[in-house]
């Protein structure tokens, strides 16, 4: 075949105008299917289905990181830590943080309740004094999705200021309350919620030392 007949036949069935109707649909249509297909591929890979749905719960340390824990301080003597919450429910969530210093024991027998002493435990755990030491209530918190690429951000977060005035080993403890589950339990019971993880909870060993030379 000549090349100037090929080339010239190859022009004018690429020309849109010598197409017939049909064509120029089908044209069209596979078009907008394939722009269509690119775009669900993007979509989905952007904005995966979420299978789990869960609620992140968090503490750092005054600089913002994971370590750097204030876990050895002086009576008196200020600590920091950031509270951190992220909904990741799929649903609006309304969240209760209370925080709690607990003076606790461990013991090998299983005690339910000592009415003589006030004293409370279960599994080995002797709690022997409660302190609410504050509570953050009405977190009204819209769900955010999973991230799967790029950075991840927080949602909810506070600065929160330990100060312990009397030496002595303690344990510093976060609770986390979603909606209305458990928050009017006694204080005693909100700890043990914690520690059997029936609510998410977070706990800082914290030891006072007697004094603290301040300058």
């Known amino acids: 075949m000549n090349l100037k007949r090929y080339l010239a036949n190859l022009k004018e069935g690429l020309d849109w105008n010598n197409r017939s109707k049909l064509n120029?649909?089908?044209?069209?249509?596979?078009?907008?299917?394939?722009?269509?297909s690119l775009i669900a591929t993007i979509y989905i890979i952007e904005n995966?289905?979420?299978?789990?749905?869960?609620?992140?719960?968090?503490i750092l340390g005054q600089t913002g990181k994971a370590y750097d824990y204030p876990t050895n301080l002086f009576a008196g003597q200020n600590g920091t830590v950031i509270i951190g919450v992220v909904n990741r429910e799929g649903k609006e969530m309304n969240y209760t943080v209370e925080i709690y210093l607990v003076n606790a024991t461990y013991n090998d027998i299983n005690i339910t309740e000592n009415i003589t002493n006030d004293t409370?435990?279960?599994?080995?755990?002797?709690?022997?004094?409660?302190?609410?030491?504050?509570?953050?209530?009405?977190?009204?918190?819209?769900?955010?999705?999973?991230?799967?690429?790029?950075?991840?951000?927080?949602?909810?977060?506070?600065?929160?200021?330990?100060?312990?005035?009397?030496?002595?080993?303690?344990?510093?403890?976060?609770?986390?309350?979603?909606?209305?589950t458990y928050k009017n339990d006694s204080e005693t019971q909100k700890i043990y919620h914690g520690i059997n993880n029936d609510i998410l909870s977070l706990k800082l060993n914290i030891e006072v030392k007697k004094s603290y030379m301040w300058g």
């Open 24 to 36: 120029k649909f089908l044209t069209i249509f596979f078009l907008i299917l394939l722009v269509s």
């Open 48 to 58: 995966p289905k979420q299978t789990e749905y869960f609620t992140e719960f968090y």
């Open 120 to 180: 409370y435990g279960t599994n080995s755990i002797i709690i022997n004094n409660i302190t609410r030491l504050d509570k953050f209530d009405n977190i009204l918190l819209y769900p955010k999705p999973i991230v799967v690429e790029g950075n991840w951000s927080s949602q909810w977060e506070t600065p929160y200021m330990i100060n312990i005035n009397k030496s002595g080993n303690y344990q510093l403890w976060f609770l986390l309350f979603e909606n209305e």
